[in-house]
């Protein structure tokens, strides 16, 4: 046997790293920072942008932000639901139909068990991928199809009647008029997902996406965590259904189903792998904002808002052909 | 049988793990027969056999990560079994395996909060193993193989297990690197602990363990003491009745000038690699010894046309050539037989597809494939290399050594001139690897040029003519094959110079 000692691993110790904050980080930050220079843009376009404006931005990014965080949990566990959006139809339409002709409090508790309920939905997803082993994909196609009949068994069209008072939760500015209720209403999503992600249950959810037979391996329980993953995404895909209640003050069966592709558009953005293991809840929020941000420029400019989904499309081909070119260079 | 130095005087110890007719089918295959293995505490058990002896079936049911179809396993005289990896973990029973189970996407720290991992003993175990002061908000994606190994079995040793198995971990570690596992396996067992050790690497087990149990077709055949000398009778019960004298030790006779030049590389730089040069022949078997990340994975890309080179030409033919693909490689005739059969075969698919696949770009480029020329050709091949069919449906469930054949047995029914071999016998079991060994030569020996890495040195002299030994990116010694012992190549491997002096 050899004996040489051949020093094969430089050991380092911990501290500030730059250049890896940058490779794990920069993707977010460039997220980011192309919200500030796309708002600085807006700004130069539109100078008497108000709080108005930033308002009408933060509602309408609000369901969508819900949403991409919803797909976010179940794309880093490895897997896809197709569901997100008729899950928060459904969400939508129940809300309105318990809460049409009550008051506040009331209406909370119907807002509690309604996210319940759709987080129940969002684990029978999970719970059926996993006992049938159908592919994700196709238990998520055919599940959507089923939320979006049973929300429109709740509800046959779009109604108005969510009572103003849980409106005013989403549409006002309690605290100061740049700081909208709808932007505060995301701090739902840290107040979870923070204290998920330090514990096993949400350390698992990132290791079955990441490595599935190493994480069998460690003693993770891949079918446990994987339906926790479809269970949390039910969840939020339930706040996205409320958030849209609350944005739009209506109950509507079809208009929640929009918010799958967005969604997926969105985490693309925000830099999570659609292989699984890789991404965070920070880049997704801030591509909903942009998404969100461009029909608005848009309408500034004066140009038919109808080509935002084209101008959607490039900005994602872009970005994503930018990071590519990213990693191609830092392997040089 | 030898008595060893390291047996307590008592005659029979209880057995820590006792494990009886173990048995285990995966639909019509069958992987284990009915294994017993006994392991005392305090010892160091090889675990030993061909590939697709059950090895792995068997370390996998025994940690819970498979439930046995029939069998009883004892634990410290308690019969025991574990429907998962975490349950055989509670009772002391962990693996370590050839492929390391760090969780790619989660920091090291995150890794061990997964496991539930005590960080202290964890800490304590990686200074043992020389990596002290390790940075545990590193991600596992960005480390080196060498490096995950040991992170792994040191995640494996902070639970202090009873009986820690080491599946092949040796295989991708580098001597210096094995040096301090074995010291890690022998303090385990001075605490009266016990390993349960696999490798191929004869040499290893002879040095390391006590007691061998050897495996057959799924069934445990002999337990052995290895001391040194049984070698020979260890292989003959791996080998079984079959086991056919494969003239081993006589070196590959070849007059290398007499031939023409298959390959030139000059100047060759890419990544590590600085400035090789070295010309190689048809009908020569040429050897690249090396020890861990030495350049010679640069090489074996460059010359596959994997990867370009920063410089310097690779001549084919009379003419410099530039592969931009790997394609472009095929088509000046140099084929790459990789150390990871997974880059080169297509899993899901049979056999057949998988050996005929580069002849579908050569016989018929565009419209119908004919089958029956195809079949012609695969199943020459199928047969000069004796591969397994039985489960020719997919690749993926063919064992380790028959994978290797199929894609030997591609470039057979596909046509090369020069074949580049990356540690061909990887995890490959002593009977597959003399065959292909012995394939090698006769491929020389028929005019091809061969150029073939092994990351284990003795088996250089089995197959190549002459040797290039590679140090830190540069050519640091040529030498003929009589010349190319294990001491001599490691010294050369380790970049001593001064090799002819002290030989």
């Known amino acids: 046997m050899a004996q040489t000692a051949v020093a094969s691993q430089p050991s380092r110790r911990a501290g500030i790293n730059f250049g890896r904050a940058v490779r794990r980080y920069g993707w977010t930050f460039a997220v980011y920072a192309l919200f500030v220079l796309l708002m600085i843009i807006t700004v130069i376009i539109k100078p008497d942008y108000g709080p108005f404006e930033w308002n009408t931005l933060t509602l309408a990014a609000l369901p969508l932000a819900f949403a991409a965080v919803a797909q976010t949990v179940v794309v880093l566990s490895g897997g896809i639901d197709l569901s997100v959006g008729p899950l928060m139809a459904l969400a939508n339409v129940l809300a309105l139909r318990a809460m049409l002709g009550h008051d506040l409090r009331y209406s909370l508790g119907v807002a509690a068990l309604v996210l319940l309920v759709v987080t129940l939905a969002g684990a029978v997803n999970g719970l059926t991928i996993v006992l049938t082993r159908v592919p994700d994909i196709v238990v998520t196609l055919a599940t959507s199809f089923i939320w979006s009949g049973l929300a429109l068994l709740v509800l046959a069209k779009?109604?108005?009647?969510?009572?103003f008072d849980v409106q005013n939760l989403a549409q006002g500015s309690a605290l100061s008029p740049w700081i909208p209720n709808a932007l505060l209403l995301l701090l739902v999503i840290p107040l979870l997902w923070v204290p998920l992600r330090r514990s096993r249950a949400g350390l698992s959810i990132y290791a079955v996406g990441s490595d599935r037979n190493a994480a069998f391996r460690s003693g993770v329980n891949l079918a446990r965590s994987r339906i926790m993953a479809y269970a949390v995404c039910g969840f939020f895909?339930?706040?996205?259904?409320?958030?849209?209640s609350m944005t739009t003050g209506v109950g509507s069966p079809l208009a929640g189903t929009l918010y799958t592709l967005s969604g997926v558009s969105a985490i693309v953005l925000g830099g999570v792998s659609l292989a699984g293991g890789r991404g965070g809840m920070l880049g997704p929020i801030a591509a909903a904002y942009i998404l969100s941000l461009i029909p608005a420029v848009l309408i500034y400019l004066g140009i038919d808002p109808n080509y935002g989904q084209m101008i959607q499309g490039l900005l994602i081909v872009l970005v994503v052909m930018i990071g590519g070119l990213g990693v191609v260079l830092r392997r040089r | 049988m030898a008595a060893l130095p390291n047996e307590p005087p008592v005659a029979e110890a209880a057995p820590l793990l006792e494990a009886g007719g173990l048995a285990k089918h995966?639909?019509?295959?069958?992987?284990?027969?009915?294994?017993?293995?006994?392991?005392?505490?305090?010892?160091?058990?090889?675990?030993?056999?061909?590939?697709?002896?059950?090895?792995?079936?068997?370390?996998?049911?025994?940690?819970?990560?498979?439930?046995?179809?029939?069998?009883?396993?004892?634990?410290?005289?308690?019969?025991?079994?574990?429907?998962?990896?975490?349950?055989?973990?509670?009772?002391?029973?962990?693996?370590?395996?050839?492929?390391?189970?760090?969780l790619p996407d989660l920091t090291v720290m995150q890794n061990l909060k997964l496991t539930a991992t005590p960080i202290d003993t964890f800490r304590r175990y990686l200074d043992k193993l020389g990596l002290g002061g390790f940075d545990l908000q590193a991600m596992p994606r960005e480390l080196a193989r060498p490096t995950l190994s040991l992170l792994d079995l040191a995640r494996a040793l902070a639970i202090e297990p009873r009986l820690l198995l080491l599946d092949e971990i040796t295989a991708s570690l580098p001597a210096d690197l094995t040096v301090r596992v074995f010291n890690v396996a022998r303090q385990l067992r001075s605490e009266m602990r016990s390993v349960i050790f696999i490798s191929h690497r004869l040499a290893e087990v002879s040095a390391l363990c006590d007691r061998a149990t050897v495996l057959r077709d799924g069934r445990t055949v002999g337990v052995v003491e290895p001391a040194q000398g049984a070698e020979e009778r260890i292989v003959k019960l791996m080998l079984g009745p079959v086991a056919e004298e494969v003239t081993r030790g006589a070196a590959a006779q070849a007059a290398p000038s007499a031939h023409e030049v298959a390959v030139e590389v000059r100047d060759l730089r890419a990544g590590i690699l600085t400035g090789v040069s070295f010309t190689l022949h048809f009908g020569e078997v040429l050897g690249v010894a090396a020890l861990e990340g030495q350049g010679q994975q640069e090489l074996f890309d460059c010359l596959a046309g994997v990867r370009r080179p920063e410089s310097g030409q690779i001549v084919v033919g009379g003419k410099a050539r530039t592969f931009r693909h790997p394609a472009d490689a095929i088509r000046a005739g140099l084929v790459l037989i990789p150390a990871?059969?997974?880059?080169?075969?297509?899993?899901?698919?049979?056999?057949?597809?998988?050996?005929?696949?580069?002849?579908?770009?050569r016989i018929r480029r565009w419209g119908p494939i004919s089958p029956r020329r195809e079949k012609r050709r695969v199943e020459s091949a199928v047969k000069r290399l004796q591969i397994d069919t039985r489960v020719q449906s997919e690749v993926r469930r063919l064992s380790g050594g028959n994978q290797q054949k199929v894609v030997v047995a591609r470039w057979l029914a596909g046509g090369f001139k020069t074949l580049l071999c990356f540690d061909p016998t990887r995890g490959i079991d002593i009977g597959t690897k003399r065959q292909i060994y012995g394939l090698v030569k006769e491929l020389a020996a028929n005019g091809a040029a061969v150029l073939l890495f092994t990351s284990e040195l003795p088996e250089i002299q089995l197959a190549c003519s002459r040797v290039i030994v590679l140090f830190g990116g540069q050519l640091v010694e040529e030498m003929s094959a009589a010349e190319a012992d294990e001491p001599a190549l490691l010294r050369a491997a380790h970049g001593l110079h001064s090799v002819a002096d002290a030989t």
Not at chain 2, 69 to 78: E, F, P, R, S, V
Request: overall charge positive.
């Open chain 2, 340 to 361: 990871d059969r997974i880059q080169a075969l297509l899993r899901q698919r049979s056999v057949r597809e998988n050996i005929a696949l580069p002849l579908v770009n």
């Open chain 2, 26 to 102: 995966f639909g019509p295959v069958v992987a284990l027969r009915s294994a017993d293995l006994r392991v005392r505490a305090g010892e160091i058990h090889a675990l030993m056999g061909a590939n697709g002896a059950g090895k792995s079936t068997l370390v996998k049911i025994l940690t819970g990560a498979l439930t046995a179809d029939g069998g009883t396993i004892k634990l410290g005289g308690q019969p025991r079994s574990f429907s998962n990896t975490a349950e055989a973990r509670k009772a002391g029973l962990i693996c370590v395996y050839q492929d390391p189970s760090l």
């Open chain 1, 237 to 244: 895909a339930g706040c996205g259904g409320l958030a849209l």
């Open chain 1, 158 to 163: 779009p109604t108005p009647g969510i009572p």
